[in-house]
């Protein structure tokens, strides 16, 4: 930028001989400026890409954290491709076109005003001439495109006229008037550029609305509460618990449900697919909010606990169990630190996961692949009960975890979890006849009501729906099996 006023200091020494030294001070003054300039620019860049990457990765860390901090139900209406191209593409789009954008309209705002300032301190009258005149220089074309060369031209003649009746009164001299010609030049071309980024900007901000909107996004779920009790009774109610999913808000899964889960017993959760078992198990986990009602963990609503030290107590295995991509013994102690081996192990022979984790090749370190495609159904379901165990929950929820076993280890799994109900409540969902048998309580769900309670003795009555169900669920049930009952079978063979 100091190119043009010491082109201008050249003229004055060609058009003024007096001084020999100027010519050499100036054109080192102008080596100097070039060699700076290069420097700093190549200072700048490193600054500015430093500055940028980490104003991505912050962009792409925000999304990312207010996306893990949403409410189940948005996992339900967002599909997973639109969630992983805002935290991926569009953030990098989003930091790429802003950035390249902002960075020239911050050059080219920054460019005008040293470029004004220079005009300035040349000639203050003829930067006014010339301020006046761009708007006409700006606006003719808009409306008449080949008037463009001509408005331009006739800016510079306009303003060669103005600054040469300044150069002949002796207020500019002749080569201030070429510095400032020089300017000027630039100065035009500048705030065309301006001009042209600018709806750029515009453009580059509407595209990150979308990654915006993630980010400002709240989860709508009541505030979690500050309640940490370390020691709990363990006894859960379900009080006229009414739910509907997003969906499909007019078509409640779950309606005026009511039932106990009581401390230091096994709670038998059946009733037929699609009957709202797994709708229960969700609020318990506190994944939706009912719409009615309320669920409370020793008499005090769920919401009012912490949420961290709830899901420390409450541990859920779910109908299809998630394996992570790492050993076994990561997947059993996922989550929780300081875990040793012996740990590990006792969770899995509780699990009765032990035997057939010690035959697989690496044992505890193997591998468990992509969502632990490396086991078989059992065995993965047997991992994630471990999994369960190993946090020592004061409640245990076991959703149809036990499905892919064969009758024997699910046996076995059984006997040592119903062995180890003192002290915590068990809830248990199952189809089969075995696994539900053994429990101290039975509440039967059908079509999202609960339609009786109570010991199976009690239920054992001929014609109830718990009876019906053994029956559809009996080895000899036959031609009669529903539905629900073949897709068990299928599985079981
Ligand atoms: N995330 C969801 N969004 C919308 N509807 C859902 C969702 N999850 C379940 N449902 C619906 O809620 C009803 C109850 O489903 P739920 O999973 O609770 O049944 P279930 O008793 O666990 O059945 P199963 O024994 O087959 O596991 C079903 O009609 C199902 O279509
Ligand atoms: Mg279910």
Redo the contacts with the bound molecule.
């Keep these: 930028m100091a190119i043009p006023y010491y082109s201008g200091r050249m003229t004055d020494w060609v058009m003024n001989k007096d001084n020999p030294s100027a010519f050499s001070s100036t054109i080192l003054a102008m080596a100097a400026f070039t060699i700076g300039s290069a420097v700093s620019e190549c200072i700048c860049d490193c600054i500015y890409n430093a500055t940028m990457t980490g104003i991505h990765t912050r962009i792409q860390g925000s999304v990312f954290r207010s996306v893990v901090h949403q409410e189940i139900a948005f996992f339900?209406t967002q599909h997973t491709g639109d969630i992983t191209s805002r935290i991926t593409t569009d953030t990098n789009t989003m930091s790429d076109s802003l950035s390249e954008q902002l960075s020239l309209l911050m050059w080219y705002l920054m460019r005008v005003m040293c470029l004004l300032a220079f005009m300035l301190s040349l000639s203050f009258k003829l930067s006014l001439f010339t301020l006046a005149l761009i708007p006409f220089i700006i606006i003719v074309p808009e409306f008449f495109a080949h008037f463009y060369q001509l408005s331009g031209l006739l800016l510079k003649v306009s303003i060669l006229f103005y600054g040469g009746s300044l150069v002949t009164d002796g207020s500019v001299t002749s080569g201030g008037l070429v510095s400032f010609i020089l300017y000027q030049l630039q100065f035009t071309s500048a705030i065309e550029a301006l001009l042209h980024v600018y709806p750029h900007v515009k453009k580059a901000v509407g595209a990150s609305e979308k990654v915006f909107e993630y980010m400002d996004r709240r989860p709508v779920m009541p505030p979690v509460g500050t309640l940490r009790p370390t020691k709990l009774k363990a006894h859960i109610e379900f009080r006229n618990v009414t739910f509907a999913?997003l969906?499909?808000p007019d078509l409640p899964?779950l309606k005026n449900v009511s039932f106990e889960v009581r401390s230091g017993e096994v709670t038998a959760l059946v009733?037929a697919?699609?009957?709202?078992?797994?709708?229960c198990v969700s609020l318990l986990q506190r994944f939706y909010q009912p719409q009615s009602g309320q669920i409370l963990l020793d008499g005090i609503p769920i919401e009012e606990y912490e949420h961290k030290h709830y899901h420390g107590k409450v541990a859920l295995v779910s109908?299809e169990p998630v394996l992570f991509a790492r050993s076994v013994e990561e997947n059993i102690a996922y989550g929780l630190e300081d875990v040793n081996a012996e740990r590990v192990a006792n969770a899995a022979r509780d699990a009765r996961a032990h035997q057939f984790i010690t035959a697989l090749r690496d044992g505890y370190s193997t591998d468990a692949g992509e969502k632990g495609g490396q086991l078989s159904g059992g065995q993965k379901q047997r991992v994630a009960i471990a999994r369960a165990l190993i946090r020592d929950p004061q409640v245990l929820i076991l959703d149809?975890a036990t499905s892919c076993l064969d009758n024997e280890t699910e046996h076995l799994v059984h006997q040592s979890v119903y062995s180890r109900a003192e002290g915590r409540a068990v809830l248990v969902i199952a189809?089969r006849p075995s696994s539900i048998e053994r429990a101290d309580r039975i509440v039967v769900?059908e079509g999202g009501k609960v339609v009786e309670e109570g010991t199976p003795q009690q239920l054992q009555e001929k014609g109830s729906s718990y009876h019906r169900l053994l029956q559809v669920h009996s080895p000899d049930a036959g031609s009669e099996q529903s539905e629900e009952g073949l897709v068990e079978t299928e599985v079981e063979s």
């Design positions: 339900d999913y969906k499909q899964v009733g697919s699609a009957a709202g078992k797994t709708t109908q149809d189809h769900l």
